[in-house]
Each structure stands twice: as structure tokens, then as C-alpha cells.
Antibody, heavy 121, light 111 residues
């Protein structure tokens, strides 16, 4: 069973930066981490779930929701079975629980337990 | 793009069936069989229960089923159990914006 563990969430002030990490484990034979697209999805009580960013298995293609383009950067290390989200110039509206998730198609197969990011002065 | 529309809450008695709707448009639900459903218990991450409109991942109970008609997808939970009490979200590919949109979420209460 795939397990995803996010870390790095914190309370930060507007304009500051934060780097989230997601460590994956439990992949069965033939379903390795390096075969999956990886995404970050965030959730707020008011706006619900929002897809934030995704990265191709080989790391060569990356996509972002418009509201984070130019501020957030997704990356991955297949050898470490990890995906990262570098968040710069954080805003109040970036406050959310951030989940990482695997994708084998146009859906999210497995999710982590989330990490809380709070942006407040 | 706007979120897909779901009812805020749905309730049902144990053993009964309930249906949760997910309404989009011709840019998403209406044009692509790429609707998925997620179950989320309090304090936990979402869990995939239906993908590509009507397919269940391995290990998901056959009490969960999905369908689609026009711009509306539906998740049906039959034989309702106490453990089904959770929030449910739909999601779909969309040809606009970021190519993905989630639903507004539905809280299911087992009476």
C-alpha cells in the first residue's frame, strides 16, 4: 500500500518562503514512484480542494494553477521517492492544508495526510 | 474555472441508498469521462473511490458506484453504513484553465 507523508508546513508571514516535502513508500513491484505523475493539492475550509501543481514522472514537465505561477515550484527526486513544493512570496490566501498525491491517470490515486501552511502577520 | 456543484449535505438511514450529484458543464463533466470521486473522513486525506466515471479502485466496496448523464455525474452509495459518514468530493478534467476542477463537496450523514 502506497504511503505519502508530507512535511514542512509552518506558520509564516506574508512574503516569506516555505518548502514542502512529500516522501513516498510502499509501492508494489511494477508500480514504482518514478512511473507516477505527482501533484500538490490544497484544501481550505472556504474554498475546498484546489489542485496546485503537478510534475511528470521524469520531472521534465511541470504545470501550475494560475494563482501560484511564478511563485511556486514543484520538483521531484525519484531516487529518494520524494516530491517537493517550493513556495515563495507567500500570501494570506495560500493558507491551507497541502496534500501530495499520485496520479496514474486523470485522477488522484493516493493522498498523504496533509501538512498545514498558515500565512499570517 | 468554477468548481463543480455538489449539494452541501445528504443524509440517509443505515441500509438505504443515497445519491450525490456533481454538476459541471460541457467544458468538463459533459465532454469527458474523466470524473472521479473522493471520500474524506475528518482529519484525513481524501481517498479515491471512483475514477473515470464508474470504475472502482482495488479494495473499494461495490456499494459505491458512479454514473454520468449530460453535465451531471452521480455517486451512489448503497447499503449505507455508519463508516460512510464523511465528506465526498467529485473532480473532473476540464479543457479550461488548469485542466482540473474539484467539486464543492458534500457532507454525508448516516442517521
Amino acid at each position: 500500500e502506497v504511503e505519502l507523508v508530507e512535511s514542512g508546513g509552518a506558520l509564516v508571514q506574508p512574503g516569506e518562503s516555505l518548502r514542502l516535502s512529500c516522501a513516498a513508500s510502499g509501492f508494489t513491484f511494477g508500480f514504482t514512484f518514478s512511473r507516477f505523475w505527482m501533484s500538490w493539492v490544497r484544501q481550505t475550509p472556504g474554498k475546498g480542494l484546489e489542485w496546485v501543481a503537478k510534475i511528470k514522472p521524469d520531472g521534465n514537465e511541470k504545470y501550475y494553477v494560475d494563482s501560484v505561477k511564478g511563485r511556486f515550484s514543484i520538483s521531484r527526486d525519484n531516487a529518494k521517492k520524494s516530491v517537493y513544493l517550493q513556495m515563495n512570496s507567500l500570501r494570506d490566501e495560500d493558507s491551507a492544508v497541502y496534500y501530495c498525491a499520485t496520479s496514474s491517470g486523470w485522477y488522484f490515486d493516493d493522498w498523504g495526510q496533509g501538512t498545514q501552511v498558515t500565512v499570517s502577520s | 474555472q468554477s468548481a463543480l456543484t455538489q449539494p452541501a449535505s445528504v443524509s440517509g438511514s443505515p441500509g438505504h441508498s443515497i445519491a450525490i450529484s456533481c454538476t459541471g458543464s460541457s467544458s468538463d463533466v459533459g465532454s469527458y469521462n474523466l470524473v472521479s470521486w473522493y471520500q474524506q473522513h475528518p482529519g484525513r486525506g481524501p481517498k479515491l473511490i471512483i475514477y473515470n466515471v464508474s470504475y472502482r479502485p482495488s479494495g473499494i466496496s461495490n456499494r459505491f458506484s458512479g454514473s454520468k448523464s449530460g453535465d451531471t455525474a452521480t455517486l451512489t452509495i448503497s447499503g449505507l453504513q455508519a463508516e460512510d459518514e464523511a465528506d465526498y468530493y467529485c473532480g473532473s478534467y476540464t479543457r479550461s484553465g488548469s485542466n482540473w476542477v474539484f467539486g464543492t463537496g458534500t457532507k454525508v450523514t448516516v442517521l
